[in-house]
């Protein structure tokens, strides 16, 4: 794939960040320290090469970087016990180097000539293992190194570039952490997403990415909203925006009848939106708490816009503020599989032989709540065995339908769990967990009909 005028891409650099750009015609990008390249020298460019920086322009870099390496020989044998980090072994003084790196900028010198020099001048370099002496040279890559990598702008290398530079604004939302909130949201093409974001756009974005096909549509407060003015790169023509007043009053203020052909688009895409959270066609709903716990009229406002059995995933760094939100969905009878969870990840470096822990890594993941809002009939409290046996021998009937088809979005079979809930209502008491348990499966089952 390659870089077109006006894309936003990302620029991995030899010390491992990521600058994000766009590619403006007739613009200047830079690099800070790794100099400055002319916007369309990056128009047809191919994403993923390294490209090494030029007085002249950008050019392929045909020797590679250390990034590419792979160890290879004996890692288990030599040990570095016998190198010591005292500033003895390089045998250039910080002026010669410093006269070299004046000639490298001059272009009277190559970045890879300057390093292959400082390393030939170091006397524990021979004495390393092989694992050592790639990082030693990615180390001085980082410093001297001359080249540029456009990386496409993916959710991942955008949750990696934010987390780089500042994960504050987007709540400390790792990577593993987005990928299990949109995996218990169930999103896929086709579906209408609820969103209630506080990261900057970027989850809004991400659902966007994923779901280019469907509808996804950001709730907000007031009149006016962009919900992605801080990720333009993320914009896509599957997210909408519903205010909560419209929610409220279930109708948008009037058009101007002088309004242009633009603003009559935004319009329409705003009808759209509204009716379908009227209509109750949502198929999740997908929340980030940053700032404070989550407001009820908002919150109740968004449950009514979502069609049974569909999953409620909320996001937050601090646990504090789903403290109240988690008891609140175990007391209320409308919600099912009420759970919440700190994910834990940790990043190894490996090679042949031998594998070790990053030496630094995040250490935070933030909490993920998730539920399934289930039958509106559970809202009141189910004490009658008669409807409770009419609704289960229902269940039974179906039961005799989807004998031998899985149940999406549960994991087990439609049979087996049929049979245990029949069996508990017949020979135990009327228990109410099991009861709503089993009015959810029947809500997948009606829609899968």
Known sequence: MQIRENDWILLQQPDGYLRLCQVKPDTCI????????????????????????????????????????VVEGDLTMRTNDTIFDDNSSQKLSHDQIMLLKEDMEAGRLSPDALIDTVIQNSESFERKNEFAKLK????????????????????YNLCLYHQLRDATRIGHLRMDSLSITLNLANVFEGQTVLCMDETRGFLLGALGKLN???????????????????????VSDALYSVSFDSLKTKSLTPMHP?????????????????NAVIHRKCTSLVMTLLDGPVDDQKFELA???????????????????????????????????????????REYQTAAGRCHPMMTMSGHGGYILSCTLSHECLSVRL??????????????????RFSKA????????????????????RHHPVHVDRVRQALCVLDLCINAL
């Open 406 to 425: 899985n149940v999406l979005q549960t994991g087990f079979r439609v049979e087996t769990r049929f049979h245990r809930q029949i069996q508990a209502i």
């Open 212 to 234: 280019q096909t469907g509808m996804t549509i950001a709730l907000y407060d007031g009149q006016y909203h962009q919900p992605y003015q801080a990720e333009p790169f993320m």
């Open 30 to 69: 830079d690099l800070a320290r790794y100099g400055v390249i002319k916007a369309n020298d990056l128009v047809g460019k191919s994403f993923g090469c390294v490209y090494t920086v030029t007085k002249q322009g950008l050019e392929v870099c045909t020797k590679g970087t250390t990034e590419d390496v």
């Open 383 to 400: 004490s009658a065995e008669d409807h409770t046996y009419k609704k289960l021998k229902k269940i039974k009937s179906l039961q005799e």
């Open 136 to 155: 030693y040279k990615r180390r001085k890559e980082s410093k001297f190194a001359r080249w540029i990598k456009p990386v496409e702008c993916t959710v």
């Open 303 to 345: 449950v009514s816009a979502l069609q049974l059995s569909s999953p409620i995933v909320v996001y937050s760094p601090f646990n504090h503020l789903l403290a109240q939100l988690y008891g609140r969905l175990l007391s209320d009878p409308r919600f099912v599989d009420v759970r919440m969870q700190e994910p834990w990840m």
């Open 258 to 274: 002088e309004s242009n052909d633009r603003f009559k688009l935004k319009y329409a895409r705003m009808e759209r939106a509204l």
